[in-house]
Nanobody, 127 residues
Framework: QVQLQESGGGSVQSGGSLKLSCRAS?????MGWFRQAPGKEREQVAT???????MYASSVKDRFTIYQDTAKITPYLQMNSLKPEDTAMYYC????????????????????????WGQGTQVTVSS
């Protein structure tokens, strides 16, 4: 099992920045950030795997950056140029597989399967 502890949410004005962090109890194959705004479906924001491969939603590309510490247990989400539409509850998620797992050749890469979720941290961007 992986336990996740998020921090870093808050309120900022449009154009501002925030950095989220999520400390995991062990190093999984994949970690990611998701968000959900009231009345909307959950959206995958960014992903990073144990090889450092990253993926971003088109809505945040070039504004958000996901990176991890050398121990690969804390993924950070640096959010710049924030917009009111970025307002949401942000959740950290982790894959159940350990960081030594590698996707089979020819398949999706990264191949993330999220089993563990944090409690969420609120991000509010005012115009």
């Amino acid at each position: 099992q992986v336990q996740l502890q998020e921090s870093g949410g808050g309120s900022v004005q449009s154009g501002g920045s925030l950095k989220l962090s999520c400390r995991a109890s062990r190093s999984p194959y994949c970690m990611g950030w998701f968000r959900q705004a009231p009345g909307k479906e959950r959206e995958q924001v960014a992903t990073i795997d144990s090889n450092g491969i990253t993926m971003y939603a088109s809505s945040v590309k070039d504004r958000f950056t996901i990176y991890q510490d050398t121990a690969k247990i804390t993924p950070y989400l640096q959010m710049n140029s924030l917009k009111p539409e970025d307002t949401a509850m942000y959740y950290c998620a982790a894959d159940r597989r350990s960081n030594w797992w590698q996707p089979p050749p020819g398949g999706p890469n990264p191949d993330c399967d999220y089993d563990y979720w944090g409690q969420g941290t609120q991000v509010t961007v005012s115009s």
